[in-house]
């Protein structure tokens, strides 16, 4: 049992280490900056697994229930504003700064539970929280390649996520199992996006991208889907076979190798030339000579 928690804990860091690493290689190394159409291809990607997955007996999916589904419509909301202000966010900032500030949301749960639910809060979670804030609001003050834009849109990725988070705790809620509301906001997601995509212009700006056509570009969006849902998939297995402690720890754990890699690969990219060398994390892509080496 140790060995088999070991392997799915193993498996969660990969797919949480490679996902963020292709995911900050399409928005910051490619540029693909049309978040609309590139959550969109994610959440339908998602979408079709699961349901097949449903199909195939390997999950179960239950959220049949007209009122389930509109008790969850908020959520879903908040999934989209979630990834779309995330994918905005990490296409302009680093991946440490990306992680630190989400990881802010905590003060917004623990906030809640303090001061509006009156639950009774450990004194280590509630000095954490602080610390979280703390490095959060230091950031900008230390950030040498500070972007107004990419911290305005993690601050609007951290509040969706704490108010998810806390709508997902709420007991009103708790009829749905993490699958059906994943599907929810799979099937909400894809089709907002989809609608959303001509309005912010998207869908015709996406014309002009001047790597459409290549390989590159279509495996790292084939293996951004792919990844975001075996990430979904193994954290649902962590947490089902794990405490709420374990899971923490494993997450916390899968954080630190995302960080040194990032850094380690966008200086390989910088001495290639395919970073601008003024940058950690880039917001440019170099010429076509990028996909020819």
């Not at 498996?11 to 910051?28: E, I, M």
């Not at 500070?146 to 849109?153: E, I, K, L, Q, R």
């Not at 951290?158 to 009103?172: D, N, R």
């Not at 395919?274 to 010429?287: C, I, M, R, Y």
Request: charged share 15%; aromatic share 14%.
């Amino acid at each position: 049992m140790c060995m088999k928690k070991c392997l799915v804990g193993l498996t969660f860091c990969t797919c949480y280490l490679a996902s963020y690493l292709t995911n900050k290689y399409v928005l910051s190394v490619l540029k693909f900056t049309y978040p609309t159409l590139f959550q969109g291809w994610q959440t339908l990607v998602g979408g079709l697994l699961l349901h097949v997955s449903w199909k195939l007996g390997w999950v179960e999916i239950n959220s049949r229930s007209r009122s389930d589904v509109l008790t969850w419509l908020p959520a879903s909301v908040l999934f989209v504003g979630i990834i779309y202000a995330g994918s905005r966010a990490l296409s302009r900032l680093a991946i440490p700064v990306f992680l630190t500030l989400h990881n802010a949301a905590e003060v917004i749960i623990c906030g809640h539970q303090k001061c509006f639910r009156k639950e009774k809060t450990s004194s280590p979670k509630i000095c954490s929280a602080l610390f979280l804030l703390a490095a959060a609001g230091c950031l900008p003050f230390n950030d040498s390649q500070f972007d107004p834009d990419g911290y305005f849109w993690a601050v609007i990725h951290l509040l969706c996520v704490g108010a998810y988070k806390i709508l997902q705790k709420s007991q009103k809620l708790n009829k749905l199992s993490d699958i059906d509301q994943q599907y929810l906001n799979y099937l909400f997601s894809v089709v907002l996006l989809a609608l959303a995509a001509h309005p912010t212009g998207d869908l015709f700006s996406v014309l002009d991208f001047p790597f459409l056509y290549f390989y590159r570009f279509h495996g790292s969006c084939c293996a951004s889907g792919f990844l975001g849902f075996f990430l979904l998939f193994s954290t649902m297995k962590l947490k089902s076979l794990m405490a709420p402690g374990q899971c923490a720890a494993w997450i916390f754990f899968a954080k630190p190798p995302a960080r040194r890699i990032w850094r380690g690969l966008a200086g390989f990219l910088r001495a290639e030339g395919l970073l601008n060398p003024g940058k950690v994390d880039s917001q440019a892509v170099v010429e076509n000579t990028a996909f020819s080496r």
